[in-house]
């Protein structure tokens, strides 16, 4: 008997989308390979130039009709995002080496939802309950790595993709943008274990709920979170049926080869800049977004969520300072009481090639929270981002630079 150890989990991401082409009447898009599309994608979205419509009708080959026709044009490529389908070619995982990431927590965790059953039945005893809805839910732990190279997206890039809700703006050999969207992408997400004989997982529709960045200490922090549509085990695959196989033929194993890139940032380097001042008195800080997205969990005649509808989103930040008396964070601290907006630039890492800049704006916040330790007084500035108006979707954005 071996034991597998933790130590020798790898994680694999995967957006779940199509690369396709756009009809020049922008009301179909075909497939530019193989045949992906399969039943259960009306309701699905497909982002065109930035946009993004929602399918009505489809075949089960390589043809999706979209409920908003956007005028001719020449035809133009798509990424159909196809949510809860893993990416695979003819029923065999496309899974490979560039999708790795490092993590120091991954957890892909099954649930079925058990239903007691209400009938009395002459006893105190319960009677065997039924069992109903499937589902799962994931959780991601790394620290912050760039690229190591300027204007290439870093190892973690699907899970930004999901969390902001598009693709990011790459400038070649300066950046790396994510902006917000209000999209929800999802990823396929693989957890192998290098012991061949353990159980490993895939968890399918994976849509993210929360992001936590942190930093202050040796290395900075990414903490992602969500729902997915179902956790699939190598143990019972062959048992699972069509919709958990979710288009393959058969439990992929792991690729040969892993490719990761960049070192981790350190977390006690950087600048913050608040209120258009750069500060060096911060100790520490956390960003944290939240999404109300949420599978659907009524479908009818089916085991399965169905595809995510979105909600609010929230982002909110918490930094902790030496508190000293210069007039520009005394000035700060007054707007945090009385609730003047301001926008704050937070800078994790010093490296070209892997400098993580959180812009944050409309910034509203709570009056400063002191804490007196045995040396210094250090004080808690807590606020919220919020966009510069009804339309700009620009509470916060992400620069890899």
Known sequence: MAYPESRLQRGYAQLEMVQATVSTSVSTVTADSGTPFIAGMVGFQIRIDGAFYTIASFTSTTIVVLTTVIGTKNAVAAQVYYWGVIPHAAGVATVVAADCFLSTDLVLKPSRAIAQRPDKTGSYSQPVPGITKRGGTWRMRCTLAGSGSAGTAPDIDPFLVALFGKVATVVGG???????????????????????????????????????????????????????????????????????????????????????????????????????????????????????????????????????????????????????DSANLLALKNKLLVGTPFDATIAIGATAGNIWTISLNDCIGEPADYGNGQTHRTADLAFSAYPTSATSKNEIALALT
């Open 174 to 324: 300066a950046s790396v943008t994510y902006a917000l969207e209000d999209g929800s992408p999802s990823l396929t997400l693989w957890d192998f274990n290098a012991l061949a004989a353990a159980d490993q997982q895939v968890a399918i529709g994976c849509i993210v709920t929360r992001a936590t960045i942190e930093w202050g200490q040796d290395f900075a922090f990414i903490d992602l979170s969500g729902d997915a549509k179902y956790v699939l085990r190598s143990s019972a695959f062959s048992a699972e049926d069509a919709t958990a196989k979710s288009g393959l033929t058969a439990f992929p194993t792991e690729p040969s080869t892993q490719t990761t890139a960049g070192t981790s940032v350190r977390g006690y380097k950087g600048t913050i800049t608040l209120d258009a001042q750069t500060y060096t008195t911060f100790r520490s800080g956390r960003i944290e977004i939240a999404i109300a997205r949420e599978l659907d969990k009524a479908v009818w005649n089916s085991d399965y969520p169905g595809p995510v509808a979105g909600g609010l989103r929230s982002v909110s930040a918490t930094l902790t300072h030496t508190d000293d």
